[in-house]
T-cell receptor, first 111, second 121 residues
Framework: KQEVTQIPAALSVPEGENLVLNCSFTDSAIYNLQWFRQDPGKGLTSLLLIQSSQREQTSGRLNASLDKSSGRSTLYIAASQPGDSATYLCASCSGTYKYIFGTGTRLKVLA | EAGVAQSPRYKIIEKRQSVAFWCNPISGHATLYWYQQILGQGPKLLIQFQNNGVVDDSQLPKDRFSAERLKGVDSTLKIQPAKLEDSAVYLC???????????????????FGQGTRLTVV
């Protein structure tokens, strides 16, 4: 049974800092891993999807890496801004193509 | 391209009442998911459909929750009777999987709706 864990649960950083969010999963037989952003009271916005054959994906200031053998993915945010404040969720897609989510990292970027 | 549509956005009901949520996935998406997200937690899969068939409903509390996907397009999720612990955001998502494109990785990308926030008082 796939289990997904995210560390840290919460993070508060000053504006401009580079930061790393961590995601680990127990079953390495995944199709892909997807990172989402969730603003308070809102749905999930897809940020990056990494296919199981890939090592990383980049979009603007975001870079996500995947190491299937160790069951880990990281989301790197460069030059953080107050507008980046949100909850970040990772989810693995495996088995019958279902997504299993971590509990999220609540990020606050201070101006 | 229109995204995943959900309604209503908010619902407040008393315990023991019934409630229904509606989801319209992205056109052409064969797989539809319903997730429950309790405050402070990650989303938990309730049920997964591929076209109009159920793929996984192992975490759906079947004594009170039901879901259907008529004609393999729109879906409704119902709770009857509601309990206080059902207060949560209910998220619907869809993906191309099963739509005849083969199981390539990119076709597995999931797109989520805005969710329905349910408060049971």
């Amino acid at each position: 049974k796939q289990e997904v864990t995210q560390i840290p649960a919460a993070l508060s950083v000053p504006e401009g800092e580079n930061l790393v969010l961590n995601c680990s999963f127990t079953d390495s037989a995944i199709y892909n891993l997807q990172w989402f952003r969730q603003d308070p009271g809102k749905g999930l916005t897809s940020l990056l999807l990494i296919q199981s054959s890939q090592r990383e994906q980049t979009s603007g200031r975001l870079n996500a890496s995947l190491d299937k053998s160790s069951g880990r993915s990281t989301l790197y945010i460069a030059a953080s801004q107050p507008g980046d404040s949100a909850t970040y969720l990772c989810a693995s897609c495996s088995g019958t193509y279902k997504y299993i989510f971590g509990t999220g990292t609540r990020l606050k970027v201070l101006a | 391209e229109a995204g995943v549509a959900q309604s209503p956005r908010y619902k407040i009901i008393e315990k023991r009442q019934s409630v229904a949520f509606w989801c319209n996935p992205i056109s052409g998406h064969a797989t539809l998911y319903w997730y429950q997200q309790i405050l402070g937690q990650g989303p938990k899969l309730l049920i997964q459909f591929q076209n109009n068939g159920v793929v996984d409903d192992s975490q759906l509390p079947k004594d009170r929750f039901s879901a259907e996907r008529l004609k393999g397009v729109d879906s409704t999720l119902k709770i009857q009777p509601a309990k206080l612990e059902d207060s949560a955001v209910y998220l619907c998502a869809s993906s191309l999987i099963g739509a005849g494109y083969g199981a390539s990785y990119m076709n597995t990308e999931a797109f989520f709706g805005q969710g329905t926030r349910l408060t049971v008082v």
